[in-house]
Each structure stands twice: as structure tokens, then as C-alpha cells.
């Protein structure tokens, strides 16, 4: 067995190690170099979560019920699914406002309450004294087991002499330990960078410690899980272990602690000291929620292992709660044992520094200062610099808690195992859920429903859980237990006859029935008044600022604030935080600041800091010429939070709906480029065109011109030519002008009744002589009775005579046909020129109603034409409401094709 | 970090279809149809699917936050 010495000098090893890493953080945070602004750190010091209760308790949990001790940690891993936005929803709200502890988050939902946050203390304190009793018995026996042998643990005198109790001396460590590590200096923030820094290291210390024992329980006693779990199958007392009592009780009992575990992870202090008031940035809660259930795992991997092989080791005897420490102490193994201790002891005091701290800024912000401020007699108000005052405050309350925390373990440590004490605090501070998540996502919640619920949610668990459990060590009369007075109705762990549920199911029904009826229902009795409802506005909409400055119906000057913010929390730096925020307003001095609400408000969430919102709320009233806040502006911000969200949707729409239109003007851009390339072509098409008659018109009037000697007969074909290709000129130009004026909308027209086959007929006429001078037949195919179109009837014979004279020109001379035909469809009138050319292939037959583009290959064949025949044809049918097109295979002819809807005039003068 | 309107809604939605899902997996009746005396590679039944069920949820919440965010 141990010497007591080197327990006692390796747990103060270990706290010194503690404390230097939390001396090395808080250098760090003061360089600006933060050691905890990581996610992982802000993963692992969640896992202070697991304490003793964990450590030690769940072995004995497992050893009694098998798997009854994981719905403590399935609770967890399912709230940190939401916890992506139920926590991250909390974090913001408290770092807008200042929050420094759970009773301030109350306290500061309802209208920054005093009375509310002193409620919300009072049972934070008393619910949580049994669970840091645990710490005490988990610690104190675990010394007792190494110093002394497990049996020692199940023989010990319940009665010792105080001075001889270990717990005794164990929580007079504890409170100095943690009166040094969390009280040295008063943060305006709260926060204690050092501590997390130790939380994070205590949290490897455990789960390694526990691995240890785990994998030495497991491969060092047994041989892995298989053997362990193979040999307990063969003993019908470990067999049972295996599997849950499967009845409606039993599972009713696992969602019970499941819900009661979800809402413990948020609400215990400690846990919304570190997961809240310590979070350095919101961001780290996505990574905290998986990290932070998988921690919750691997400490409970080798639970059932060691339960069960504690229980084969020792078929009777030991607690349970020990076998981590007995069962390699039994095998010799003293170094394993020590490492145990050790890792218990990180989980203890892990767990009583954070809570103690916690419940110390709560007693000290919420319970003491609104008393001593209230108190005129001690003549505060007049004292210069209360922050010394503050600190002496949390350190008394650390000790208080502390030493409530053994009372409790002597009243009635003995009657419960581990859990059993645990779980006790679980249901007190469960009565917290509805106000705080009430208070996150309902409007409507106020004061009154919050004080109803807390009151009579405490008062059931305090009648249901923590009485009996004093009844139960013989603390109180155990008659107490058949109900007061003997009414059988009334007996505390069978309320009004309910039987059949654990007494923490039961408990739990009961108090959170109580709560949330008198929550809602007291909350309905009227409707938020101006403060609470701009408390609503901040908690429950975005955390609009505007509704915490509009409290504030009047201004108080800086001589006023100042000095006010400087006695708590030091005149130096009030005087720094108030030069940040002159800078952050754009004035030059601190002493220019305006005297308006703004600055009330910011002097109050300063002081909120350090003092917490309600007892700042009433110091800064005290030199605020306080007007009525403006009740409708507040609601309207209320409205606005929702309408926010409306817009940002709308928001969203409207960024959608303009990324489309980019898109759109994208595609016009480049459509427009497109366009301008095209205009370049045809300006340098044009240019092209017109140069070959001007040159072939210069060169033969130079000749005439240079040589007089050229007889008549060269003179008479050399101007022929001139004739030929001016004529040429003056139609190209002609057409260019045409189709311009066409393009650009201005070309005239003269529109009427048209019979079309008239126009046919004479567009023929008129082209005869070309035919036959080429050798070409022309046949016509035309109804009798010509059908009537609205259209310009020049324009059409243009079309026509276009189309004829360019197929004449692509048949072959002398075995050339051309067919003309027209037809009336059902809506309109159909004319079709075919040819027996050569035919226009597939990929051309767009291309041909380009501007200057011909049929067959430019480079090979001379240009027959201008190249805007075509273009200047398919204008004015479409202007018409027609179409023309081509049907063509190559070395087959080519048919042009155009359709003119049937004019009214022609359907009914006929 | 930066994530879209869009994405952090998906994320919310997983992690709440995840949450239903943990509460569907871990109580009554699916625990029911794993609590036999029965054994897995050695290992109670029980036990090897409550942790099972755990590392798949875990896993899942993990990629369901992780994703997208680096």
C-alpha cells in the first residue's frame, strides 16, 4: 500500500503543474498569444463534463445496472448535434451582452432581474452542492483505498472525527487551490484564459489515466473483451449485466436520464462557464461538436470491462465506485494505482474549480453585491474602489460552497453511490431548461413566468430528490418518506400515487411539469413590458444592439459613468475601456463623449462584466435621469428581427435573380462584339466590293484616256465595259443603301392588297428576255385565282425577280430549268422557285442569306452577283410576317421558298 | 469558415435530421431489438451496438459540420 506522504506529495506535484500551466497561459493571453483559441482546446476543456462521477462513478454504475451508466454521455453527444446552433444561438447572445454566468443569462433574458438572478444562484448553489459532495467522497475514499486497501472503504466509520475525515482536508485543498487559480485578478470579461489552459490538460489526463487502467484491466488481467466479457457469460449474477431489464420502466428510466443529461451539458454552470463565458470565438463550437462526443466515448469505452472484471476479481465486498484503483492494487500493479489517483484527482479538481468559480460569480454578482448595495447603512456607495471587494466576495463563497459541498457529503454521502449523488444535481439544474431555452426562442416569456417556474420547479425536486435523499442518511425522519403528516398522496417519491418510475424519472416529471406550466402560464398573464421585451428583441431576434441602447430613455455624462464603472472595476481600466470606446465613436477624449444613451449602455454592458447585468442595470439607473423607455421602438425592433429575416431571404432571391441577368448581359455583351466584327466584315466586304468595277472602270478609261491611237471598234467595247461595270456599281450601291435603310427600320413602305400571283406573273414577264437569251426554260405553275396578301408590292417583285434572276444564273446554259409554282396553304400563300443547278450543300444554306456571301466556293468561282440579294429578300419577306428558306441537296437543284400569310383585305373583298 | 445562407441551412438540417436520428437509435424500441443475451466477435450485443450506433453518429455529425468548412 501507498504511504500517505507520496499521495500527498504527487497530488501536490500535480496541482502545481496545474497551476504553472495556467500561469504560462494567462503570460500568454496577456501577449496577445492565446493558447485556448483553438478548437481543439475548447473541445477538451468541455470534457470537464466528466468528473469523478465519470472517473470512478461509472464503473460502479456499470457494476450495478451494466449498461445503465451511458445515457449520461448519449445526452450530450445528442444536444451537441444542435449544439451547432443552440450553442452557438447562446454564445452570441452573452458575448453581446456581457453575460458572466448562467444566473446573469436569466437574470439579463427577463429583464435583467435581480430577483430573478438570485433565484436562479440560490439554486444553481444548492443543486449543485451534492455533486461537488461526490468530488469530496470520490476523492477522499480514493486517498482512503491507497492508503489503507479497498477493504478499509466498505468498513469505514461513517462517523470519523472531522479533523480525521480525508474529505475534510481534501475540500480545504480544493478551495485554496481554487481561491488561488481563479480569484488572483477580476476580469472585465469573466474569463480565465489559465484555467481553461488546465481544464484542456486535465481532460488528457483523465482519458489517458483511464486508458491505462482500461487496456490494463482488459489485456493485463483478462485477456481483451472477448475473455472478459466470455467468462462473465458463464456467471448468471454478470450475464445479467449484459443486457438492459427490458421492461417499459427500465427504458422509460434510459430516456429519462438520456433528456436529463441533454439539458445537464448545457446548464450546469461549469459547463456554461466554459462553453459560454469562456468561449474565445463562436467558431469553435463546430469543431466541439464531434470532438467533444467522441472524448465522451473513448471514456467509456473500457467501462463495462472493468466493471466486470472488478466483479470477477472480487466476487463481494469492494465498492464498486473503487475498482479502478482496487483491481490493479490487488494485482500489485501500485504505479497503475497512483496514475488512477491521479487522473481522479484531475477529474475532481477539474470539476470543483470551474463549478466553484462559477457558483462564486453568480453568489457574488447576483446573490451578495445587489444585498450589500442595497444595504445604505454600509455606506458602498460612497467607497471609491469595490473591485478588492468583489474578489474577497468570490473567495468566501468558494470556501462557503466548498464546505456546504462536505456538509452535504457527511448528511447523506454515505447513503449513495457516486451517480446516484450526481444525478441529483442533474434534475436541479434541468430546472433551468425552460427559461433558458424559453428564453432563447420565445418572445413572450417574462419575469414573472420565469420566477413561477424556476420557484416551483426547485421546490418539487427540492420535496422529490434532495429531501428524501436526506431522510434516506437518517438526517431527517425516515417517516418523512410516507409523506407529511401521513398522507399517503404526498410521499415524496410517489407524488400524488404516481409509483412505478425511478425516483429521478419521477422527479424530473414532476419539477419540469411544475416549471414549465407555471413558466408559460404566468408568462401569459400579461404581455412583455418595454425592458423585457427588449431583452426579448436581443435574445430571441439577431442581437440587435439598438434594443439594449433603447432601454436607456436619458443620457448621463462621463463624470458620471466613469468614475462609477472605475469602483468596480478599477479606475484605471474604466478609464482604458472607455478610451477603446470614445476611439470606436470616432472622439478625440474620453471627456467629449456625448451624454447620450449609447454611452449609458455602454458603461452598463461594462460594468455587466464584472458585476453582471442586473446589479449594473440598477447602479447605472442610479445616475441616469431614467425617462421611460420607448416601448414602441423597442417593439419594433422585435418586428424588424423577423422582418430581417424576411429581407435576407429576399436578399437572396434578388442575388439569385441578378446573377441570371449577369449571365444575360454576359451573352448580350458578347453577342454585341460579335455584331461588331460583323460590322468590320462587311464595311471591309463592301469596300472590296465596290473597289473591282471602280478598278476594272479606271483602267480601261486610262487606255482610252493615254492612247489616242485605239481604234473605234476598242473604243466602243472598252466603254461598254465601263457601262457595264458602272451599272454594276450603281446597283451595288444601290442594294448597300437599300438593305441599310431595311436593317435600320427606316426603309419605306408602302403597304396594300397585293395579288400575289399578278406579281409572280409579271416578276417572269420581266425576266423572259434573260431566260431565253440564256437558254434557259422557265416554267410557271400559277392558280387562276390569285391569292390576295398585304405587302408592298414593288418589294415583292424585287424578292421575285431576285430569286429568278439568281437561279437563272446557277443552271447550266441551254440544259437549264427553272420551275415557278405557287400555292395557298391553309394560312397563308406558299411560292416556290426550284432550279436544276448545282445545288447549295447542307452547311451553306444559312450562310447564303449572309450579306456578301454567294453560292459555291468564292475563291474558285467569279462573284455573279452582289451577295445581298438574298439578305435584302429575306428582310422584306419576314417584314411581311413571312419566311423564306432554301431545301437543297448538293447536285440537286436548289428550291427558295417563301410563305406570306393570306392578307384580311384578301379574305374578304373575295 | 465562411459558409453560404445556403450551405449553413443544409448544415442545420442535417444536424437536426441527425439528432432525430440519435433519439430513434438510442432508446426504445430499437435498443429493444438489441437487447438479447446474444454476442458480437465476443462482445455483448448490447454494448457492441450501443457503440456502434455512437461512432456512426459521431462520424456523421463530423461530416455533416466539417464539410465545406476548410
Known amino acids: 500500500m501507498a504511504q500517505g506522504w507520496i499521495l500527498l506529495l504527487a497530488s501536490l506535484i500535480y496541482l502545481g503543474i496545474l497551476f504553472a500551466i495556467a500561469y504560462w497561459a494567462d503570460r500568454r493571453s496577456d501577449a496577445g498569444r492565446s493558447v485556448i483559441d483553438h478548437p481543439t482546446i475548447y473541445a477538451l476543456s468541455l470534457g470537464v463534463y466528466c468528473t469523478t462521477w465519470t472517473f470512478y462513478g461509472s464503473v460502479g454504475r456499470a457494476a450495478a445496472t451494466g449498461i445503465g451508466f451511458l445515457p449520461i454521455y448519449l445526452g450530450p453527444t445528442l444536444m451537441f448535434a444542435l449544439g451547432w446552433f443552440v450553442l452557438r444561438k447562446i454564445v452570441r447572445v452573452a458575448k453581446a451582452n456581457r453575460i458572466t454566468s448562467i444566473a446573469d443569462f436569466v437574470a439579463s433574458r427577463y429583464g435583467k432581474s435581480q430577483l430573478l438572478g438570485g433565484l436562479v444562484t440560490v439554486i444553481a448553489v444548492v443543486g449543485v452542492i451534492p455533486y461537488i459532495a461526490l468530488q469530496l467522497k470520490a476523492v477522499s475514499n480514493s486517498f482512503t483505498v491507497l492508503a489503507g486497501g479497498p477493504d478499509l472503504v466498505t468498513a469505514r466509520a461513517a462517523a470519523a472525527p472531522m479533523l480525521q475525515d480525508s474529505a475534510f482536508y481534501v475540500a480545504i485543498v480544493l478551495a485554496a487551490f481554487t481561491i488561488l487559480f481563479g480569484t488572483r485578478h477580476l476580469d472585465a470579461t469573466e474569463r480565465h484564459e489559465g484555467m481553461v489552459a488546465a481544464i484542456a490538460f486535465e481532460s488528457v489526463v483523465k482519458l489517458l489515466a483511464f486508458f491505462v487502467v482500461g487496456l490494463y484491466v482488459t489485456y493485463g488481467v483478462f485477456d481483451g473483451f472477448g475473455d472478459i466479457f466470455g467468462r462473465a457469460a458463464e456467471i448468471p449474477r454478470l450475464a445479467k449485466l449484459a443486457v438492459a431489464r427490458d421492461t417499459a420502466a427500465s427504458y422509460g428510466s434510459w430516456a429519462a436520464l438520456t433528456f436529463l443529461s441533454m439539458l445537464s451539458v448545457m446548464l450546469l454552470p461549469r459547463q456554461f462557464q466554459i462553453a459560454v463565458v469562456e468561449n474565445v470565438n463562436e467558431s469553435h463550437v463546430a469543431r466541439s461538436v464531434w470532438l467533444f462526443p467522441l472524448y465522451l466515448l473513448l471514456i467509456n469505452v473500457f467501462v463495462l470491462p472493468i466493471a466486470v472484471g472488478g466483479l470477477m476479481q472480487f466476487p463481494g465486498g469492494v465498492d464498486a465506485d473503487t475498482f479502478v484503483l482496487t483491481v490493479p492494487l490487488a494485482r500489485g500493479q501500485e504505479a497503475i494505482a497512483l496514475l488512477v489517483f491521479i487522473g481522479g484527482l484531475s477529474a475532481a479538481t477539474g470539476m470543483v474549480i470551474v463549478e466553484t468559480i462559477a457558483l462564486s460569480t453568480m453568489v457574488c454578482n447576483d446573490l451578495v453585491m445587489p444585498l450589500l448595495l442595497r444595504w445604505k447603512a454600509l455606506g458602498l456607495d460612497r467607497r471609491p474602489d469595490l473591485s478588492g471587494l468583489l474578489l474577497e466576495i468570490r473567495r468566501w463563497a468558494i470556501a462557503v460552497i466548498l464546505m456546504l459541498g462536505y456538509a452535504y457529503f457527511r448528511a447523506a454521502g454515505e447513503a449513495y453511490a457516486l451517480v446516484a449523488i450526481g444525478l441529483i444535481s442533474f434534475a436541479a439544474v434541468a430546472q433551468f431548461a425552460p427559461a433558458v431555452f424559453g428564453g432563447l426562442y420565445w418572445k413572450d416569456g417574462t419575469r414573472e413566468g420565469a420566477l413561477a417556474g424556476l420557484s416551483a420547479g426547485f421546490l418539487v425536486w427540492a420535496y422529490t430528490l434532495l429531501l428524501p435523499s436526506f431522510a434516506k442518511s437518517g438526517w431527517l425522519p425516515s417517516d418523512f418518506m410516507g409523506g407529511p403528516f401521513g398522507l399517503e398522496l404526498l410521499r415524496p417519491q410517489q407524488l400524488f400515487g404516481l409509483a412505478g418510475l425511478d425516483e429521478i424519472s419521477h422527479s424530473l416529471f414532476w419539477s419540469l411539469l411544475a416549471n414549465i406550466a407555471c413558466y408559460v402560464g404566468f408568462s401569459l398573464r400579461r404581455s412583455p413590458d418595454a425592458r423585457e421585451a427588449g431583452q426579448a428583441a436581443v435574445f430571441v431576434g439577431t442581437g440587435d444592439a439598438r434594443a439594449g441602447v433603447l432601454q436607456w430613455g436619458g443620457g448621463a455624462p462621463v463624470a458620471e459613468l466613469l468614475p462609477l464603472a472605475g469602483r468596480f472595476i478599477g479606475p484605471e481600466r474604466a478609464r482604458e475601456a472607455f478610451a477603446r470606446y470614445a476611439r470606436s465613436r470616432g472622439v478625440r477624449d474620453v471627456d467629449a463623449l456625448p451624454a447620450d444613451a449609447g454611452l449609458v449602455h455602454f458603461a452598463e454592458s461594462l460594468l455587466a462584466g464584472a458585476i453582471g447585468s442586473a446589479s449594473a442595470r440598477v447602479m447605472v439607473a442610479s445616475v441616469v435621469e431614467e425617462a421611460p423607455p420607448d416601448l414602441d421602438a423597442i417593439m419594433n425592433i422585435l418586428d424588424e428581427a423577423s422582418q430581417v429575416r424576411a429581407h435576407s431571404r429576399e436578399i437572396e432571391q434578388k442575388s439569385r435573380e441578378l446573377e441570371a441577368a449577369t449571365a444575360e448581359l454576359r451573352a448580350a455583351n458578347e453577342r454585341l462584339r460579335e455584331l461588331d466584327r460583323m460590322k468590320d466584315d462587311f464595311i471591309s466586304t463592301v469596300s472590296h466590293e465596290l473597289r473591282t468595277p471602280l478598278t476594272s472602270i479606271r483602267a480601261f478609261s486610262e487606255m482610252l484616256f493615254e492612247d489616242p491611237r485605239i481604234d473605234l471598234e476598242e473604243r466602243k467595247r472598252f466603254l461598254g465595259i465601263i457601262v457595264h461595270e458602272t451599272e454594276r456599281l450603281t446597283r451595288l450601291i444601290n442594294q448597300i443603301l437599300d438593305l441599310a435603310k431595311l436593317e435600320s427600320g427606316r426603309a419605306e413602305w408602302t403597304s396594300g392588297d397585293v395579288n400575289l400571283v399578278e406579281v409572280v406573273r409579271e416578276s417572269c414577264e420581266s425576266l423572259s428576255q434573260l431566260y431565253r437569251d440564256k437558254g434557259v426554260a422557265l416554267t410557271v405553275a400559277l392558280p387562276d385565282q390569285g391569292p390576295i396578301v398585304q405587302a408592298d408590292r414593288d418589294r415583292l417583285m424585287q424578292v421575285m425577280i431576285n430569286l429568278l434572276s439568281n437561279a437563272v444564273k446557277f443552271v447550266a446554259p441551254e440544259t437549264g430549268r427553272v420551275r415557278v409554282d405557287a400555292e395557298v396553304e391553309h394560312a397563308g400563300v406558299r411560292v416556290t422557285v426550284a432550279d436544276n443547278g448545282p445545288g447549295i450543300p447542307p452547311e451553306d444554306q444559312e450562310a447564303i442569306f449572309e450579306k456578301f456571301r454567294q453560292g459555291g466556293s468564292v475563291l474558285t468561282d467569279k462573284p455573279v452577283g452582289t451577295g445581298l440579294g438574298l439578305p435584302i429578300s429575306r428582310q422584306i419577306v419576314e417584314y411581311f410576317g413571312g419566311r423564306l428558306w432554301v431545301e437543297s441537296r448538293a447536285g440537286a437543284g436548289a428550291a427558295f421558298i417563301f410563305t406570306l400569310p393570306l392578307g384580311e383585305a384578301g379574305d374578304t373583298s373575295e | ?70
Not at chain 2, 448544415?11 to 426504445?28: D, E, I, K, M, P
Not at chain 2, 448490447?46 to 459521431?58: D, E, N, Q, R, T
Open chain 2, 1 to 70: 469558415m465562411r459558409k453560404s445562407a445556403n450551405e449553413r441551412r443544409l448544415t442545420a438540417q442535417r444536424l437536426v435530421a441527425l439528432f432525430l436520428l440519435g433519439c430513434a437509435l438510442f432508446n426504445y424500441p430499437v435498443l429493444s431489438l438489441f437487447n438479447h443475451p446474444a454476442q458480437l466477435l465476443g462482445i455483448p450485443l448490447l454494448y457492441a451496438y450501443l457503440f456502434g450506433a455512437w461512432v456512426a453518429l459521431i462520424a456523421l455529425i463530423a461530416w455533416a459540420v466539417e464539410r465545406g468548412s476548410d
